[in-house]
Protein backbone atom coordinates (compact mmCIF):
# COMPACT_ATOMS: atom_id res chain seq x y z
CA UNK A 1 0.00 0.00 0.00
CA UNK A 2 1.47 3.29 -0.85
CA UNK A 3 1.67 5.76 1.61
CA UNK A 4 3.35 8.95 0.37
CA UNK A 5 5.76 9.52 -1.93
CA UNK A 6 8.71 6.72 -2.10
CA UNK A 7 7.03 5.08 0.82
CA UNK A 8 4.92 2.26 1.22
CA UNK A 9 4.02 0.03 3.66
CA UNK A 10 3.16 -3.96 4.08
CA UNK A 11 -0.14 -5.17 5.33
CA UNK A 12 -0.36 -8.94 6.48
CA UNK A 13 -3.45 -10.62 8.56
CA UNK A 14 -4.36 -14.16 9.80
CA UNK A 15 -7.40 -15.14 11.71
CA UNK A 16 -8.05 -18.69 12.33
CA UNK A 17 -11.26 -19.94 12.43
CA UNK A 18 -11.51 -22.56 14.98
CA UNK A 19 -8.43 -23.56 16.75
CA UNK A 20 -5.17 -22.06 17.95
CA UNK A 21 -2.80 -21.85 15.02
CA UNK A 22 1.22 -20.96 14.51
CA UNK A 23 0.96 -17.98 12.11
CA UNK A 24 4.07 -16.28 11.48
CA UNK A 25 3.91 -14.01 7.77
CA UNK A 26 6.38 -12.66 6.06
CA UNK A 27 7.20 -11.18 3.06
CA UNK A 28 10.39 -12.58 0.88
CA UNK A 29 10.62 -9.35 -1.35
CA UNK A 30 14.40 -9.01 -2.81
CA UNK A 31 15.77 -5.68 -3.30
CA UNK A 32 18.62 -4.56 -5.61
CA UNK A 33 18.85 -0.59 -4.88
CA UNK A 34 21.48 -0.56 -7.79
CA UNK A 35 18.95 -1.77 -10.23
CA UNK A 36 17.57 -5.16 -11.19
CA UNK A 37 20.48 -5.99 -13.64
CA UNK A 38 23.34 -4.44 -11.69
CA UNK A 39 24.35 -7.47 -10.15
CA UNK A 40 25.79 -8.38 -6.86
CA UNK A 41 25.09 -6.74 -3.85
CA UNK A 42 28.38 -6.55 -1.99
CA UNK A 43 29.24 -2.97 -2.37
CA UNK A 44 25.33 -2.70 -0.12
CA UNK A 45 25.61 -0.97 2.80
CA UNK A 46 23.64 -2.43 5.64
CA UNK A 47 22.56 -1.84 9.14
CA UNK A 48 20.78 -3.72 11.21
CA UNK A 49 19.44 -2.46 14.48
CA UNK A 50 19.72 -5.71 16.46
CA UNK A 51 22.65 -6.70 18.77
CA UNK A 52 21.52 -10.37 18.69
CA UNK A 53 20.67 -13.25 16.29
CA UNK A 54 18.77 -16.98 16.35
CA UNK A 55 21.91 -19.06 15.33
CA UNK A 56 20.46 -22.23 13.33
CA UNK A 57 21.88 -26.16 12.73
CA UNK A 58 23.31 -26.99 9.34
CA UNK A 59 19.22 -27.51 8.00
CA UNK A 60 18.82 -23.46 9.51
CA UNK A 61 16.28 -24.50 11.28
CA UNK A 62 17.14 -22.06 14.63
CA UNK A 63 18.78 -24.21 17.59
CA UNK A 64 16.59 -22.26 20.52
CA UNK A 65 19.57 -19.56 21.18
CA UNK A 66 20.18 -15.99 21.43
CA UNK A 67 23.55 -15.12 20.49
CA UNK A 68 25.03 -11.01 20.43
CA UNK A 69 26.65 -10.19 17.19
CA UNK A 70 29.23 -8.05 18.66
CA UNK A 71 32.71 -9.73 17.14
CA UNK A 72 30.67 -11.52 14.37
CA UNK A 73 30.36 -11.39 10.96
CA UNK A 74 26.60 -10.83 12.00
CA UNK A 75 26.90 -7.66 13.48
CA UNK A 76 25.93 -4.89 11.61
CA UNK A 77 24.80 -2.58 14.04
CA UNK A 78 27.15 0.11 12.70
CA UNK A 79 26.64 0.78 8.73
CA UNK A 80 29.05 -1.44 6.55
CA UNK A 81 29.08 -3.06 3.18
CA UNK A 82 28.13 -6.91 2.78
CA UNK A 83 30.76 -7.95 1.24
CA UNK A 84 32.99 -7.12 4.71
CA UNK A 85 33.21 -9.58 6.65
CA UNK A 86 31.12 -12.11 4.13
CA UNK A 87 34.34 -14.20 3.47
CA UNK A 88 34.13 -15.32 7.65
CA UNK A 89 30.67 -16.97 6.61
CA UNK A 90 30.44 -20.34 4.68
CA UNK A 91 27.50 -19.30 2.37
CA UNK A 92 26.54 -15.74 3.26
CA UNK A 93 23.78 -14.36 5.62
CA UNK A 94 20.50 -16.30 6.16
CA UNK A 95 19.64 -15.53 10.10
CA UNK A 96 16.86 -13.84 12.00
CA UNK A 97 17.98 -11.13 14.22
CA UNK A 98 16.17 -10.15 17.56
CA UNK A 99 14.99 -6.41 16.99
CA UNK A 100 13.74 -4.65 20.05
CA UNK A 101 10.34 -5.01 20.63
CA UNK A 102 8.04 -4.33 23.32
CA UNK A 103 5.42 -6.43 21.84
CA UNK A 104 3.32 -3.36 22.06
CA UNK A 105 2.24 -2.49 18.09
CA UNK A 106 4.96 0.46 17.52
CA UNK A 107 6.84 0.28 14.76
CA UNK A 108 10.82 0.81 15.72
CA UNK A 109 13.52 1.35 13.23
CA UNK A 110 15.01 -1.81 12.04
CA UNK A 111 17.51 -1.36 9.08
CA UNK A 112 19.06 0.85 6.84
CA UNK A 113 20.75 0.16 3.45
CA UNK A 114 22.44 2.19 1.06
CA UNK A 115 23.79 2.15 -2.27
CA UNK A 116 26.41 4.68 -3.27
CA UNK A 117 26.13 5.08 -7.10
CA UNK A 118 22.40 5.45 -7.37
CA UNK A 119 22.70 7.22 -4.07
CA UNK A 120 19.49 5.30 -3.14
CA UNK A 121 18.66 4.66 1.01
CA UNK A 122 16.08 2.46 1.85
CA UNK A 123 14.58 2.52 5.55
CA UNK A 124 12.62 -0.63 7.24
CA UNK A 125 10.28 -0.11 10.21
CA UNK A 126 8.36 -3.11 12.00
CA UNK A 127 6.14 -3.77 14.70
CA UNK A 128 7.69 -7.13 14.57
CA UNK A 129 10.36 -8.62 17.11
CA UNK A 130 12.57 -10.66 14.32
CA UNK A 131 13.81 -9.32 10.58
CA UNK A 132 15.44 -12.34 8.25
CA UNK A 133 18.63 -10.79 6.59
CA UNK A 134 19.38 -12.98 3.22
CA UNK A 135 21.78 -12.69 0.69
CA UNK A 136 19.99 -14.57 -2.28
CA UNK A 137 22.39 -17.56 -0.84
CA UNK A 138 20.63 -19.83 -2.96
CA UNK A 139 19.11 -18.22 -6.20
CA UNK A 140 21.45 -20.04 -8.35
CA UNK A 141 20.46 -18.92 -11.98
CA UNK A 142 17.16 -17.17 -12.85
CA UNK A 143 15.58 -15.74 -15.51
CA UNK A 144 14.07 -12.19 -14.68
CA UNK A 145 12.72 -9.06 -16.03
CA UNK A 146 13.64 -8.17 -19.62
CA UNK A 147 15.24 -11.12 -20.38
CA UNK A 148 18.12 -10.44 -17.19
CA UNK A 149 19.72 -13.45 -15.19
CA UNK A 150 19.97 -13.18 -11.81
CA UNK A 151 22.86 -14.74 -10.09
CA UNK A 152 22.84 -16.03 -5.98
CA UNK A 153 24.19 -12.62 -4.18
CA UNK A 154 22.10 -10.14 -6.57
CA UNK A 155 19.59 -8.96 -3.93
CA UNK A 156 19.34 -8.72 -0.50
CA UNK A 157 16.10 -9.89 1.60
CA UNK A 158 15.22 -8.39 4.51
CA UNK A 159 12.05 -10.02 5.78
CA UNK A 160 10.05 -9.00 9.08
CA UNK A 161 8.91 -11.85 10.73
CA UNK A 162 8.12 -13.35 14.50
CA UNK A 163 11.13 -15.97 15.28
CA UNK A 164 11.44 -18.94 12.73
CA UNK A 165 10.25 -22.32 14.86
CA UNK A 166 8.72 -20.14 17.82
CA UNK A 167 6.34 -22.78 18.31
CA UNK A 168 9.35 -25.29 19.59
CA UNK A 169 10.95 -22.72 21.92
CA UNK A 170 9.08 -21.49 24.06
CA UNK A 171 10.99 -18.27 25.59
CA UNK A 172 10.95 -16.99 21.89
CA UNK A 173 8.18 -14.19 21.36
CA UNK A 174 4.79 -16.69 21.11
CA UNK A 175 3.11 -16.55 16.94
CA UNK A 176 0.16 -18.45 18.48
CA UNK A 177 -3.46 -16.75 17.40
CA UNK A 178 -6.41 -18.25 18.83
CA UNK A 179 -9.74 -17.94 16.91
CA UNK A 180 -10.82 -14.78 16.78
CA UNK A 181 -7.66 -12.51 17.23
CA UNK A 182 -5.62 -11.60 14.54
CA UNK A 183 -1.84 -12.52 13.81
CA UNK A 184 0.77 -10.54 15.67
CA UNK A 185 0.35 -6.53 14.61
CA UNK A 186 -3.20 -6.51 14.46
CA UNK A 187 -4.87 -4.28 12.47
CA UNK A 188 -1.16 -2.79 12.16
CA UNK A 189 1.24 -2.90 9.50
CA UNK A 190 3.86 -4.98 9.49
CA UNK A 191 6.80 -3.22 7.53
CA UNK A 192 7.11 0.57 6.27
CA UNK A 193 9.62 1.07 3.42
CA UNK A 194 11.14 4.75 2.88
CA UNK A 195 13.27 4.81 -0.37
CA UNK A 196 15.18 7.64 -1.15
CA UNK A 197 16.64 8.94 -4.38
CA UNK A 198 14.59 7.47 -7.02
Known sequence: MLI????????????????????????????????HSSGDVFSHQVQLLADKITPVDNELIPTGDILPVKGTPYDFLHIREVKSKFHELPNGYDINYVLKYEGDGHFHKAAVVYESKSGRKMELWTNQPGLQFYTSNLIGT???????????????????????????????????????????GDDKTRAKIWIQGI
Not at 17 to 28: I, Y
Not at 162 to 173: I, L, R, S, T
Request: proline residues 8%; aromatic residues 10%; charged residues 15%.
Open 142 to 184: VKGKGGVTYNNYDAICLETQGFPDAVNHPHFPSQIVKPGERSA
Open 4 to 35: NTNQFSIIMRATPLSKATPVNLASHTYWNLAG
